[in-house]
């Protein structure tokens, strides 16, 4: 099998099909298909704070589940979106209520219908993906060597989270530990949710969050070939949003 691993959306719609036909994908009979037979797989984080979340998850349903023609794994924003749906009472901030602002101005049929579209999209995902074919893992956040196989509350936390410590930094963002780093497994993990400037290779980790509702591009990360593909965001473009690593 040949994958397309595609970074955090974020509800940037129009990049997404710019992404899937720039990765050779053709829409026909209201889905996306590849004359080499790929695969569409994405990392999580497909809402909040872009321009059209909703059409992104009918997009993401549409293939996952309706076609089976691609993978998907949540991201924390998906756990979120989904808590809110269930009717908890989660916080409509760090870029949920612009989903929650689109979901609320649909009328009460089109609401059922895209909340069933997520609900059941996110419950059949797994938490994270195992790609034997291609040695390589498809986790949000990334995911430690020593948690690969397992399942919890601790791993639920890596991989949707990161390796977090605790502490925030003064815009509210959590203090996250450099896993990549030292990571020495032989298998790729490919992954999003710290957004970089450029897709980050650090041992056989790819970083492809390269902030595309920041104003920079949306990323994928081609396997087994590893290579990148990206095109331009077409959001305001925000500095500050960007993590820099040591190398």
Request: proline share 5%; hydrophobic share 30%.
């Amino acid at each position: 099998m040949k994958y397309d691993v595609i970074g955090d959306v974020h509800g940037c719609y129009d990049e997404l099909k710019q992404l899937l036909k720039k990765l050779g994908y053709q829409k026909e009979h209201n889905t996306y298909t590849h004359k080499d037979h790929r695969t569409p797989v994405f990392v999580g984080d497909i809402t909040d704070r872009g321009p059209n979340s909703l059409r992104v998850i009918q997009l993401v349903y549409d293939l996952v589940v309706v076609h089976n023609s691609a993978l998907y794994v949540p991201g924390n924003h998906c756990d979120k979106l989904y808590r809110y749906f269930l009717g908890n009472a989660v916080q409509l901030k760090h870029g949920l209520e612009t989903t929650v602002e689109e979901y609320k101005a649909l009328s009460p049929k089109e609401q059922k219908s895209i909340r069933h579209c997520f609900m059941k999209l996110y419950e059949q995902a797994p938490l994270y993906l195992l790609l034997p074919d291609v040695e390589a893992i498809i986790a949000h956040a990334g995911i430690k060597e020593s948690l690969i196989g397992k399942t919890g509350k601790k791993v639920k936390s890596f991989v949707l989270y990161g390796d977090t410590t605790g502490e925030f930094h003064p815009d509210g963002r959590p203090i996250r530990r450099d896993w990549a780093k030292y990571y020495h497994g032989e298998k790729w993990i490919i992954y999003g949710h710290t957004p970089v400037y450029e897709p980050r290779f650090k041992n056989h980790t790819v970083n492809i969050d390269t902030g595309c509702v920041f104003g920079n591009k949306l990323t994928a990360c081609q396997l087994p070939e590893l290579k990148v593909v990206t095109v331009p965001s077409n959001q305001p473009f925000q500095a500050t949003k960007f993590t820099t690593f040591e190398s």
